[in-house]
């Protein structure tokens, strides 16, 4: 049982335009969410984070939105650079629970100049 | 200051070969997590150490152990290895209590092909 889905293995957008990547979690004990990037040949690595108690984080171009009740965020670029293509995955945990963070299949970003 | 480490970076082992991945970190993180990147897949969690000393299974467990030498260190084992574990693997370091709140930070990955 996937607990974590992000439904779309891949976007294509044009520079400048915005990205909008989304995740849908089943489990409501999660209450805090990340996203991570990964380039090809690296590690993932942090991207931007929201608590359950928000509905949005915002850092430079990037904001993160959580709707609790249809248990779905998005990650959204404005404006999208070429730099961004990247694979984008989506995360949850449990704050009350272990630390295991489980993570979304991704979905793979190209921003097209 | 290295964050996460992971040796070796590239490794190709015969069918019932043994290896043991090497992990460190230097953040001084409580929690310290093995990953396995195959693709369509996502990131699947083999192993995790929430403290030295403990450890726990995570989604994939079959065929690996793992032992927290100390604080820094987390290594992965491959017992008799398969072609089935040809992957990418992750060793990621954490403190995500809501004290301590931190994220993962994960090691440049070690890509493992079974022969």
């Known amino acids: 049982d996937q607990q974590v889905k992000q439904n779309s293995p891949s976007l294509s957008v044009q520079e400048g335009r915005i990205s909008i990547l989304n995740c849908d979690y089943t489990n409501s004990m999660f209450d805090y969410f990340l996203w991570y990037k990964k380039y090809p040949a690296e590690g993932p690595t942090f991207l931007i984070s929201?608590?359950?108690?928000?509905d949005k984080n915002e850092d430079g171009r990037f904001t993160v939105f959580l709707n609790k009740s249809a248990k779905h965020l998005s990650l959204h670029i404005v404006p999208s650079q070429p730099g961004d293509s990247a694979v984008y995955f989506c995360a949850a945990f449990n704050q009350g629970g272990s630390e295991k963070l489980v993570f979304g299949k991704g979905t793979k970003l190209t921003v097209n100049p | 200051n290295a964050g996460v480490t992971q040796t070796p970076k590239f490794q190709v082992l015969k069918t019932g070969q043994s290896m043991t991945l090497q992990c460190a970190q230097d953040?001084?993180?409580?929690?310290m997590y093995w990953y396995r990147q195959d693709p369509g897949m996502g990131l699947r969690l083999i192993y995790y150490s929430a403290s030295e000393g403990t450890t726990d299974k995570g989604e994939v467990p079959n065929g690996y152990n793992v032992s927290r030498l100390n604080k820094r260190e987390f290594s992965l084992r491959l017992e008799s290895a398969a072609p089935s574990q040809t992957s990418v693997y992750f060793c990621a370091s954490s403190s995500l209590r809501r004290e301590l709140r931190d994220t993962q930070y994960f090691g440049p990955g070690t890509r493992l092909t079974v022969l």
């Open positions: 953040m001084n993180h409580n929690s």
């Open positions: 929201i608590s359950s108690i928000k």
